[in-house]
């Protein structure tokens, strides 16, 4: 009997850029295909790995699912709705 070797169950979430960002990655958004399970932490960092402009914004991005700021800990799920912004500056 041949082995078979388990791969993670993937989703699917879509990624929209607002304000600089847009011109950081060069598109409004993006589909990204992630593993079942990961984070917004791993989403950022495989985000960076295709759009390397975004790597300076790393620590300062503010990220949203849905209609509410989430920690970057939070787990994706599928279908999600994921918006990165730039840090708010205020005068």
Do not use: H, W
């Amino acid at each position: 009997m041949p082995v078979q070797i388990q791969t993670p169950a993937q989703i699917c979430v879509k990624v929209c850029f607002y304000s600089y960002f847009k011109d950081l990655t060069g598109c409004v958004d993006a589909t990204e295909v992630v593993a079942e399970g990961d984070t917004l932490a791993a989403l950022f960092e495989k985000l960076i790995r295709r759009f390397p402009r975004l790597g300076p914004m790393r620590n300062s991005t503010l990220i949203a699912v849905g209609l509410d700021y989430q920690d970057r800990n939070y787990v994706l799920k599928n279908g999600d709705e994921i918006s990165l912004f730039p840090p708010v500056q205020g005068g």
